[in-house]
C-alpha cells in the first residue's frame, strides 16, 4: 500500500511546476463545458423530431451561436450568461419525442413545447431541472404517467400537461412538494385514482386547479382549504364521488369558478339536503360560476340562495334530481346572466319575479314538472336572448309580452299544455332565430305577421297542436329557414307555391293536416331540401317533375293522398321504397318498385300518345315558372334588401349603367392600373381606384396583371370569388357591381370604400390614411364582422367558407360599417353547421387556407376548409384588435400563439394583453368610458374562437349573438358601466383593479 501511495506523490512532486497552469486550465474547461452541454442537448433534441425543413427548426444546428435559434433564449447575467433560460416552441407542428438530454441543460426556467406532436413519455430527466418555473407541454401526443420527480421542481410555478393522453394517477409529491405552484392543468387526459392533496400538504399560493375530464374518483379533498388564493377549480367530467363538501369552500374567498359537473357526487342527509353545501359558499363573495350538472344531486334549492354572491353570473344546475320549489328570492342574484335548472324535477309555478334578473340571458327551465301559466313578466327582461320552458305542464296562453324581448332568439315552449291562439305580436321579435310551440293545445290559425318573420333562420315548428285554416302566403317571407314543421294540426287549403320563396329550406313537413290540390313544383324545386313529408293529407295530381332531378332531397313521404299518375324511376325517388309511395291508389310504376301497381299497357299506351301534349304542356308552365321566379326574385330584391350592401346614389347609378366594362374602360378608370392608383396588392393580384366614365368611385381587383397572361389558378380564384358573391347578399358584405373577363385579364369592379381596410387603421403609415380608432368603433366593427360571416355561415343561400379572415379583407365604408371583402379563396359548402369544404362546390385548388397567424391549426394537419376555421380566424383578429398586437410578431414567432399568449395572461394579469392597444389610451384618458367587462368578455370570447380543437369552437351564430348582448350593454349605460346598485362599474373607475396584477 505504501508503494501505490507514493506513486502519485512522485509524480505530483516531479510535475510541480506543471500545477498551476492546469488547474487554470481546468478552470476555463468547466466554464466551457456547461455550455457545450447546453448545445449538445439542444441537438440531441434535433435528432428526437421531425419538422418542416423550412419550418421552425430550419436554423438549428447551422451556427454555434445556439442563442440565436428559433425558440432558443438565453440568460445575460453573469451567473448564466449564453446558457438556455427558455425553450419554447409552442404551436409548430413538430413531431418526435421529447429527448431526456433537456435535463441537461441545467439554467433552463421555461420550456414550452405546448401544441405539437409530441408522443411518447415525459422524460423524468426533466426533474434534474431545478430551476424550471414554467413547464407546458400541453395539447401533444404524450402517454404514460407523469413523471413524480416533477413534483420535487420547488421553483415550478406553472405546469400546464392537459390535452394529452396521459395515464395513471397525480403523482402526491406535486401537491405535498411544489409549494411555489400557481397553475395546475392536467384537464383532458386519462388519469385514475384520487387527487392527492393530503391534508397535510399545503399549496399556498395555488390559483389556478384545472383537472376535467379524466377518470378521477374518490371525494373532493378537503386539503384545498390549505390554499387559501384559489380562483379556479375545475373538476368536471371525472368520477368524483361522496358528498359536496361543507367545510372546504368557505375557507376560499377569492374563488371566482367552480366547475363540479358530471361527476357523481351527492347532497347531504343521503342525497337530500343541499342546503350545508351552499351555505359554505356565503364566503366565496367574488364566485362568478357555479357547475354542478350532472350529479343527480337531490334536495330542494335553499331559500338563502338569494344572499350568495352578487357578482353570480353563471348557475349551472341541470341534469340533476333537485326537487321543490324554485325560490322566488333567487331573483336576488340580479347580475345572473345564466341560470340552467332543466332537467330536474322542479315543481310549482315559474316565481313572476325572475324578472328582477334584468341582465339575464339565458334562461333553461325545461323538463321539470312546473305548472301553471307563464308569467308576464319574463316579458320584462331586456337582455333575454333564449328562453327554453319545454317539457313542463305550463297552461294558459302564451303572454303578448314576450314581444318586448327585442333580444330574443330562441324560444322553446313545446310540449306543455298551452292553449289559445299564437299571439300575432310574436312576430314583432325581429331576432328570432328558432321558435318551437309544438305539442302544445294551440288553435286558431297561425297568424299571418308570425309567417312573415324573415328573421327566423334555424327552424319553427308548430306541429302537433290544433291550428287550422290557410297555411300564410306570408311563410315566403322566411327565405332563411332550414326547418320547417307544421305537421299534426288542422290546416286546410292548398299549398302556396309562394312556399318556395323558402330557398334555404332543408326539412319541410307538412303531414297529417287536411291540405288540398297539387304538390307545387316551386316547393318540389326547393334546391337544399332534404327531407320533405306531406302524408297523409288529400293532395292530389301527379308528383312534380322536377323531383325527379334534384340532387338534395334523400327522403320523401307522399303515403297516404290522393296523387296519380306514373312515379318516375329517377332521381330520389328511384332509391324510395313502397312506404313512401302508398296509401295513392292512383300511383303506378314500371315495376320497378315493390308493393307499386304496375302500369296497364293500355294506359301506357295511352299515355305514350298523350306524351308530345304533356310534353308541350310542362314547356309551357316551365316558361311560366321561369318568368314567375324571376319576377319573385326581383320582388325578393328589393323586398330584402335590407340585407344588401348600400351604395351611395352615384354607386347605384353605376350599377345601373355599367352590367358591361370593358378592360379599356378599366385602364382609362385607373389610369392604365398606373401604381400611383394602387391601393393593395395581395395574392391573387392587385387593387386599383379609380372614376368610372358615369362619375362612381370604384375599386378594381385585378385577379391578374394586365401586362401578363393568366393562370389556372388565378382562373380559378376568379370563379370562385364570382360564384361567392353571385349567392350573397349582406349589407356586411362586399358586393360585386360588375366584372370583366377575357381570356387573359379578370376583374370586379367593387364599389370604393373610402376609409380603406381596417389593418390601415390598426397600422397606419406616416399617420395616413388611418389611425385612431376607439373601443366603442372596434365593437361596432367585430359585430359588422360576425354578423357577415354568420350570414355566410348559417343564413346564405348556398353556405360560404371565407378562409381568409383578417384586417386587410375587412373594408370600412362611409359610415364606418365593416364590410368583409376578398373572396378569392372562398368555399361553397354543404349545409350544416360544421360543414367543411370536403364536399365543395367549387374546386380546390390545393392552396394553403388563409394568411399566416390566422389559419386555423387544423388546416397544418390535412384538415379541409370549415366554417371553424373561419371562427378561429375571427378569434384572432379579434384578439389582435384587443391587444394591439399582430399574430405574426416576433413574440408569437418564437413559439407562441396570439392565443397562448393571452391566455397566459387570462385572467390575472389582463393589463399585460392590453398595456399596448391603441384604444386603450382613448379610454384611460377618459374620452370614451366604456365598460370594463366589455373588455373581459371580448377576450373571452377570442380565446374561445381561437381554441386548438375546432369543435370546442362557437359558431358564428353565438358569436354575433354574444357580441350583440355586449353592443347593448355599452348602449344602454351610454358605454359607461352600470351603476352600482345593478353591480356594473365604470372601466374608468376600475381599470386600476381589473387590469392589475390579482393579488
Known amino acids: 500500500m505504501a508503494k501505490l501511495l507514493a506513486i502519485p506523490i512522485i509524480v505530483i512532486i516531479f510535475h510541480i511546476g506543471l500545477i498551476v497552469p492546469i488547474a487554470v486550465s481546468a478552470a476555463m474547461a468547466a466554464g466551457a463545458a456547461p455550455v457545450a452541454d447546453d448545445r449538445a442537448a439542444l441537438l440531441a433534441f434535433l435528432s428526437d423530431v421531425s419538422a418542416d425543413p423550412g419550418g421552425a427548426l430550419a436554423d438549428w444546428g447551422r451556427s454555434p451561436g445556439f442563442c440565436n435559434w428559433t425558440g432558443v433564449a438565453c440568460g445575460r447575467g453573469p451567473a448564466d450568461r449564453r446558457r438556455v433560460t427558455q425553450l419554447v416552441l409552442s404551436g409548430h407542428g413538430i413531431a418526435g419525442v421529447i429527448s431526456p438530454a433537456l435535463g441537461r441543460m441545467s439554467f433552463l426556467a421555461v420550456l414550452d413545447l405546448s401544441s405539437n406532436n409530441f408522443a411518447g413519455k415525459i422524460p423524468g430527466e426533466l426533474a434534474e431541472l431545478s430551476r424550471l418555473t414554467q413547464l407546458s407541454l400541453t395539447n401533444n401526443l404524450l402517454e404514460g404517467a407523469i413523471p413524480a420527480g416533477i413534483g420535487l421542481l420547488r421553483e415550478l410555478y406553472y405546469l400546464d400537461l392537459s390535452g394529452n393522453r396521459l395515464s395513471g394517477g397525480i403523482p402526491e409529491t406535486l401537491f405535498c412538494n411544489c409549494s411555489a405552484l400557481q397553475y395546475i392543468d392536467l384537464a383532458n387526459n386519462s388519469l385514475t385514482g384520487h387527487i392527492p392533496y393530503a391534508r397535510e400538504c399545503r399549496l399556498p399560493s395555488l390559483r389556478y386547479l384545472l383537472l376535467w375530464s379524466n377518470g378521477l374518483s374518490g371525494p373532493i379533498p378537503s386539503a384545498l382549504s390549505n390554499s387559501p388564493v384559489l380562483e379556479w377549480v375545475d373538476f368536471e367530467s371525472n368520477y368524483l364521488a361522496g358528498e359536496l363538501p361543507s367545510q372546504v369552500f368557505d375557507s376560499l374567498p377569492r374563488l371566482q369558478y367552480l366547475y363540479l359537473s358530471y361527476n357523481n357526487l351527492s347532497s347531504h342527509d343521503g342525497n337530500t339536503n343541499l342546503d350545508p353545501f351552499f351555505s359554505s359558499l356565503r364566503n366565496c363573495t367574488r364566485l362568478q360560476e357555479l357547475e354542478l350538472a350532472g350529479n343527480d344531486l337531490g334536495g330542494r334549492l335553499p331559500p338563502f340562495i338569494a344572499e350568495l354572491s352578487r357578482g353570480f353570473r353563471q348557475i349551472h344546475l341541470e341534469d340533476n334530481s333537485i326537487s321543490g320549489s324554485i325560490p322566488p328570492n333567487i331573483s336576488g342574484l340580479v347580475n345572473l346572466t345564466y341560470l340552467n335548472l332543466s332537467n330536474n324535477l322542479l315543481n310549482g309555478s315559474i316565481p313572476p319575479d325572475l324578472s328582477r334578473m334584468r341582465r339575464l340571458e339565458r334562461l333553461y327551465l325545461s323538463n321539470n314538472f312546473l305548472s301553471g301559466e307563464i308569467p308576464r313578466s319574463i316579458g320584462e327582461l331586456p337582455h333575454l336572448g333564449l328562453l327554453d320552458l319545454s317539457g313542463n305542464r305550463l297552461a294558459g296562453a302564451i303572454p303578448d309580452t314576450f314581444s318586448n324581448l327585442t333580444q330574443l332568439r330562441r324560444l322553446m315552449l313545446h310540449h306543455n299544455h298551452l292553449t289559445g291562439a299564437i299571439p300575432p305580436s310574436l312576430g314583432d321579435c325581429q331576432n328570432l332565430e328558432i321558435l318551437d310551440l309544438s305539442y302544445n293545445g294551440l288553435e286558431g290559425e297561425i297568424p299571418a305577421h308570425v309567417a312573415a318573420m324573415s328573421s327566423l333562420k334555424l327552424y319553427l315548428n308548430i306541429s302537433n297542436n290544433h291550428l287550422e285554416g290557410a297555411l300564410p302566403l306570408e311563410l315566403s317571407k322566411m327565405d332563411m329557414i332550414l326547418s320547417l314543421d307544421l305537421s299534426c294540426n288542422k290546416l286546410a287549403g292548398a299549398i302556396p307555391s309562394q312556399l318556395g320563396g323558402c330557398i334555404a329550406l332543408e326539412y319541410l313537413n307538412l303531414s297529417d293536416n287536411a291540405l288540398q290540390g297539387a304538390l307545387p313544383t316551386a316547393v318540389a ?35 297516404y293522398n290522393n296523387f296519380s299518375g306514373v312515379v318516375p324511376h329517377a332521381g330520389v325517388l328511384a332509391n324510395m321504397s313502397a312506404a313512401a309511395f302508398r296509401g295513392n291508389p292512383g300511383l303506378c310504376g314500371a315495376g320497378d318498385i315493390l308493393g307499386i301497381a304496375v302500369c296497364g299497357t293500355r294506359r301506357a299506351g295511352r299515355r305514350r300518345a298523350m306524351l308530345p301534349a304533356v310534353v308541350a304542356i310542362i314547356a309551357a308552365v316551365c316558361v311560366l315558372l321561369l318568368c314567375a321566379a324571376w319576377c319573385r326574385s326581383v320582388a325578393k330584391e328589393r323586398a330584402t334588401r335590407h340585407y344588401s350592401t348600400r351604395f351611395s346614389s352615384v354607386e347605384e347609378q353605376a350599377e345601373r349603367e355599367h352590367r358591361r366594362v370593358s378592360y379599356r374602360e378599366l385602364s382609362e378608370a385607373t389610369g392604365g392600373f398606373a401604381e400611383s392608383s394602387l391601393i393593395g396588392a395581395g395574392r391573387f393580384g392587385r387593387v386599383y381606384k379609380g372614376t368610372l366614365r358615369g362619375g362612381a368611385r370604384v375599386a378594381v381587383k385585378v385577379l391578374v396583371d394586365p401586362k401578363s397572361g393568366g393562370d389556372g389558378e388565378v382562373s380559378v380564384s376568379f370563379r370562385r370569388e364570382c360564384e361567392a358573391l353571385r349567392r350573397t347578399r349582406h349589407k356586411n358584405l362586399i358586393r360585386v357591381i360588375t366584372t370583366c373577363s377575357t381570356a387573359s385579364f379578370n376583374a370586379l369592379v367593387l364599389p370604393l370604400m373610402p376609409h380603406g381596410s381596417l389593418e390601415a387603421h390598426l397600422y397606419p403609415h406616416n399617420n395616413d390614411g388611418g389611425g385612431g380608432l376607439g373601443f366603442g368603433q372596434l365593437v361596432s366593427i367585430v359585430s359588422d364582422v360576425a354578423e357577415g360571416m354568420a350570414y355566410l355561415h348559417h343564413y346564405a343561400p348556398a353556405r360560404v367558407v371565407h378562409c381568409d379572415l383578417k384586417p386587410s379583407n375587412v373594408l370600412l365604408d362611409e359610415g364606418m360599417r365593416a364590410v368583409v371583402s376578398d373572396f378569392g379563396i372562398a368555399r361553397l359548402v354543404g349545409a350544416g353547421v360544421d360543414g367543411d369544404a370536403s364536399s365543395s362546390h367549387s374546386i380546390s385548388t390545393g392552396l394553403l387556407q388563409g394568411s399566416v397567424g390566422y389559419i386555423a391549426p387544423e388546416y397544418g394537419l390535412g384538415g379541409h376548409p370549415s366554417v371553424r376555421g373561419d371562427v378561429y380566424s375571427f378569434g384572432v383578429m379579434l384578439l389582435e384588435l384587443l391587444t394591439g398586437k399582430r399574430p405574426t410578431d416576433v413574440i408569437f414567432s418564437e413559439g407562441l400563439t396570439l392565443h397562448d399568449w393571452v391566455r397566459r395572461q387570462y385572467p390575472h394579469d389582463l393589463a399585460g394583453a392590453v398595456a399596448h392597444a391603441p384604444w386603450r389610451q382613448a379610454v384611460f384618458d377618459g374620452t370614451v ?33 354574444e357580441i350583440t348582448l355586449i353592443k347593448e350593454d355599452l348602449a344602454k349605460h351610454g358605454g359607461a358601466g352600470a351603476n352600482d346598485d345593478d353591480g356594473g362599474r365604470s372601466f374608468s373607475t376600475t381599470k386600476d383593479s381589473l387590469f392589475s396584477n390579482s393579488s
Open 929 to 961: 368610458p366604456v365598460a370594463d367587462m366589455a373588455v373581459v368578455e371580448l377576450i373571452e370570447l377570442g380565446l374561445a374562437c381561437t381554441q386548438y380543437s375546432p369543435v370546442l369552437r362557437p359558431t358564428m351564430a353565438d358569436v354575433c349573438h
Open 525 to 559: 324545386a326547393l334546391p337544399f331540401l332534404e327531407v320533405m313529408d306531406v302524408s297523409r293529407n288529400r293532395l292530389s295530381g301527379a308528383l312534380p317533375e322536377s323531383l325527379q332531378v334534384s340532387t338534395s332531397l334523400r327522403d320523401v313521404d307522399f303515403s
